[in-house]
């Protein structure tokens, strides 16, 4: 089979063109969100959104509505949860993380061993994105519309906001709303990722991309374009290896993901691991070099 047939075969498919469409939709989006969630440190806090969701999607499909109300509705609990327990006690944010995200995430395990469904249930747990409807395109399309143009906005106060709450305060921004902001596009974004790689490994999609871009860039706005590069396409590759090896897309995509990760941290060309070692060496050698002409010359 020539290389041409290892790309169209899969195209032939209307669930592989949709599940594409969604995959790359929700990679581009969770990659620029995750630029400003690295910068901020808010990855366990992308990790809790993401479990929390769980329940708000068995909650939906009892009642008969669109998953992505329930896990927004959801997903907007767990940040109000989070953030009252950490501003009215003594907890302090990950211990408030901890609590809320295993809490909302068990409860979400009951509904689904309780629930009697003719539909496999555990599809939100793990993803199902070779199962993607003409009507779930559309639903993650415009969910990440609006994030993307969200973020695109308000790009500038969101970067002052993740550098130095301190100083966009001094100029009239409101840190509490901003933050606000972030915590309630991170829920969108996670009810976004949900269909591709369930609600296990949203969080992969929301923290590699802009973690990689970071090693490869120091200016924030080339992150902005490096991170959904990257995503977009490892998502191709994840798919594409989904078909032709008979394996779970949504754990190839995250796998691929977490591949190109090792290859940027080992071999970055300013913050790689074995660059950065390179570089010592060098340095030691010409040390050792200089002092032994300084040997040299005393004798």
């Not at 939709?25 to 993401?50: E, F, P, Q, R």
């Not at 691929?256 to 950065?276: I, S």
Request: hydrophobic share 60%; with cysteine; glycine share 10%.
């Amino acid at each position: 089979m020539n290389p041409v047939d290892l790309i169209v075969e899969p195209l032939q498919y209307d669930f592989m063109t949709r599940a594409l469409l969604t995959t790359v939709i929700a990679a581009v989006v969770c990659a620029l969100l995750s630029c400003w969630l690295v910068l901020v440190g808010w990855s366990l806090m992308g990790d809790a959104v993401s479990h929390a969701v769980l329940p708000g999607v068995v909650i939906a499909y009892i009642l008969g509505a669109p998953f992505s109300i329930g896990a927004l509705v959801f997903g907007f609990l767990a940040v109000t949860a989070i953030g009252t327990i950490r501003g009215t006690s003594r907890v302090k944010e990950d211990a408030a993380i901890g609590i809320v995200f295993t809490s909302l995430f068990a409860l979400g395990l009951v509904l689904i061993s309780v629930t009697p469904s003719q539909t496999d249930l555990n599809h939100i747990i793990f993803g199902n994105i070779l199962g993607v409807s003409k009507g779930d395109l559309a639903q993650v399309g415009i969910l990440a519309l609006i994030a993307f143009v969200v973020l695109i906005v308000k790009r500038r106060d969101l970067t002052l906001y993740a550098f130095d709450p301190i100083h966009a305060h001094a100029i009239g921004l409101s840190p509490r709303f901003l933050g606000a902001l972030l915590l309630g596009l991170l829920a969108m974004t996670a009810v976004v990722a949900l269909q591709v790689v369930g609600v296990i490994l949203v969080v992969a999609m929301l923290i590699i991309p802009g973690a990689t871009a970071y090693l490869l860039t120091d200016r924030f706005g080339r992150m902005l374009v490096i991170a959904p590069a990257i995503s977009a396409v490892a998502s191709i590759v994840g798919i594409y290896l989904s078909y032709w090896l008979d394996a779970s897309p949504g754990g190839l995509v995250v796998l691929v993901q977490g591949a190109v990760f090792v290859l940027v941290y080992l071999l970055a060309p300013r913050h790689g691991l074995l660059v950065k070692r390179l570089r010592a060496g060098k340095r030691e050698a010409r040390r050792a070099g200089v002092q032994s002409a300084g040997v040299r010359l005393h004798s």
